[in-house]
């Protein structure tokens, strides 16, 4: 540990233009599938004498130089050209930029950072911004403007840092941000420390209930992970995955772990990320409860999958059931993959309102969905149909749906069979645990009856 380097701002100048700063990644990690879902730069000295000086020695003397502009234009540069790099390998890898506080007071910053992407030919959704909660309370006017100009043009924003500010919690509902990231220091020890996996588990479900995504820093074991998998976070970052490391050998860390392959096109144009519905911690516990994720396919939900597709007259059919990451396809019709990411799904979409179908006629001419890499290119889904599987709570864990490769439309009468169909699912998922509850000693007398009598 070096320490707040005492540096003048020619030298750190000189560092930039001798190209003594370089940017380091590290990936996050969906908690279910493994799978890289960004990565984050984090800025690194190669000093000539000091050998690798880290930012926590350099960023405050940066700060207080005024070459913060500097080193942050430097770092969104370097993203913005390895994220098109990236692409144009077949690797979708978001990247993640730190805003302090000066810039983020600077009403330019968002046209800046649209040139940048222009300058890279990358979409908005290459670069995501993380600001901590203390430097959006420095000025919290000027920086409110800044981060709605920013969500508007499409950035994905993340509140770093999470719970060591010391700012009200009004102010996150409030913020245009759809990620929170937990700082590292409720996580390091999440395992042992029962007031930290406290801390953890609210923070998770008051993200959630606002509508956002959670990911926790600093986690660094496998115990640590299934506990956050427990406790229904989203996405992780930290050294049990990776540390930091320079892009060659982060390209090579997600060649080696990378297990769903990015579809060529998610470059044409503006795809969102999934909608998370308000009630998701609870969705996700009842979908846990089934124990239903990644088991072999039986007969009847591969009947309903087919009957669904025959009474709507559509090639394709599934019963998909959406997790925290992705979309796994319980039984399916005339598709090639068991499972894709959540920010693909369709399915996403309709448990958001598990009360109405969701009916896509024509995807193309839809913009949740234009853009969708299951859209432009294969299975080439024009129309789509969902019911929810709706638990008796009423939380939804996933669709029985129908697909087309052509848009069309349905009756009423074949909407009707689709959600009953979709009743039929839920209540076989709601038998067979029960029966699974009974087999393991755990019913209540009456659910025995109940068993015993069906
Ligand atoms: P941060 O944004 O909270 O970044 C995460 C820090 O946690 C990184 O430290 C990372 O190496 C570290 N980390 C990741 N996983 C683990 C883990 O499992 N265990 C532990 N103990 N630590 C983990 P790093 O790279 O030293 O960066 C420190 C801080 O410097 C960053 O904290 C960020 O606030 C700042 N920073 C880095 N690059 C930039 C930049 O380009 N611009 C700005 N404004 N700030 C930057
Ligand atoms: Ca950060
Ligand atoms: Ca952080």
């Known amino acids: 540990m070096q320490g707040d380097l005492k540096v003048e701002a020619a030298e750190l100048r ?5 190209g003594q700063i370089i940017v380091y990644y590290q990936p996050k990690v969906g908690l279910f599938t493994g799978q890289a879902l960004g990565v984050e730069a984090l800025v690194r000295w190669q000093h ?29 540069d370097q993203a913005a050209g390895q994220y098109a ?14 805003l302090s506080a000066s810039s983020l007071v600077n009403a330019a910053l968002p046209d800046k950072i649209t040139a940048v992407c222009n300058r890279h030919g990358i979409s908005h959704r290459g670069l995501a911004l993380e600001i901590t909660e203390t430097s959006v309370m420095a000025d919290s006017k000027a920086a409110v403007a800044v981060l709605a100009a920013l969500a ?8 770093d840092d999470f719970g060591t500010g010391f700012s009200s919690l009004a102010y996150l509902a409030k913020l245009p941000v759809s990620v929170v990231k937990i700082d590292k220091s409720f996580v ?20 959630h209930g606002l509508g956002k995504h959670v990911v926790a820093e600093g986690v660094e074991s496998q115990e640590a992970l299934d506990l956050l998998l427990l406790m229904g976070c989203d996405q992780g970052q930290g050294y049990h995955w990776s540390r930091p490391v320079p892009a060659a050998e ?11 392959i990015t579809v060529a096109g998610h470059e044409t144009g503006m795809f969102t990320r999934a909608p998370i519905p308000a009630n998701e911690a609870k969705r996700l516990a009842v979908l846990q409860r089934y124990r239903i994720l990644d088991t072999a396919c039986e007969a009847i939900f591969d009947e309903i999958a087919a009957v669904a597709a025959k009474v709507c007259g559509t090639p394709m059919s599934a019963v998909s059931l959406v997790d925290a990451e992705r979309q796994w396809f319980k039984a399916r019709v005339g598709l090639k993959v068991a499972e894709t990411t959540r920010d693909l799904a369709f399915c996403a979409h309709t448990i958001m309102d598990p009360t109405h179908l969701l009916v896509v006629n024509d995807a193309t001419t839809d913009e949740r969905f234009a853009a969708n890499p299951l859209v432009t290119g294969d299975p080439n889904i024009r129309f789509y149909a969902g019911a929810s599987l709706v638990a008796p709570d009423g939380s939804a864990v996933g669709t029985l749906c129908v697909i087309d490769s052509k848009p069309r439309r349905l009756s009423v009468a074949q909407l009707k069979v689709l959600r009953q169909l979709a009743a039929h699912v839920i209540a076989i998922f709601e038998a067979k645990q029960q029966l699974a509850e009974l087999a393991q000693g755990r019913a209540t007398p009456g659910q025995r009856e109940l068993c015993l009598a069906s």
């Open 14 to 18: 000189n560092a930039i233009a001798a």
């Open 48 to 76: 000539p004498k000091r050998g690798l000086v880290f930012p926590d020695d350099f960023i405050p003397a940066a700060e207080r130089s005024g070459v913060m502009t500097e080193l942050t234009d430097f770092v969104l």
């Open 85 to 98: 790099q990236w692409q144009a390998n077949g690797i979708d890898l978001p990247v993640a930029v730190n």
């Open 152 to 159: 508007e043009r499409g950035f994905v924003m993340a509140i």
């Open 188 to 207: 390091l020890d999440v395992v042992d420390n029962d007031a930290d996996a406290h801390i953890v588990h609210g923070i998770i479900e008051l993200v």
């Open 250 to 260: 982060l390209t090579a860390w997600v060649t080696k772990h990378q297990h769903v």
